[in-house]
């Protein structure tokens, strides 16, 4: 691996474009997802995100201007946009594998917590929990009771 494809939970994360290339505007990476990844628990932080589906299908769980969490499945060429402050989480809840194209503006907190999420050796809950808040990641509640 280069030190620009990490490992974060069950997910590779593949840089294609770091803070560092944008002066901190955005960050560019290539997720692969397993069936059952991505992260369990809705949460929010400032970055707008932005996916698109490049093979299988992603559930998209995200807060609506409303303020209802919705579940939207996306499967191959689909686009997906997350307004900053939202309320989210994107899983495979598939049978396959999952590969999607990320962006987020600005990228360099993201980045951050992603390389530190990545760099922790057996992480408990608590543990990425924490990196998370230090990175302007609000984790705010499980999924239970959204549909």
Sequence with gaps: MSTNTITVGHETLAFR?????????????????PPGGGPPMLHRHDAFEAYRVDSGELAFYLE???????RT???????????????????????????ALVVFTPGSEMEAFAREAGALTDPGPADVMAVAAAHGIEITRGLEGIA
């Design 17 to 33: 474009v770091t803070g560092e290339d944008s002066d901190g505007a955005l960050a560019v990476l290539e997720v692969r997802m």
């Design 64 to 70: 609506s201007e409303g303020g209802e969490v919705t």
């Design 73 to 99: 499945i996306a499967g191959p060429g689909s686009v997906v946009a997350i307004p900053g402050g939202r309320e989210h989480t994107i899983r495979n809840e598939s049978e396959a594998e999952a590969e």
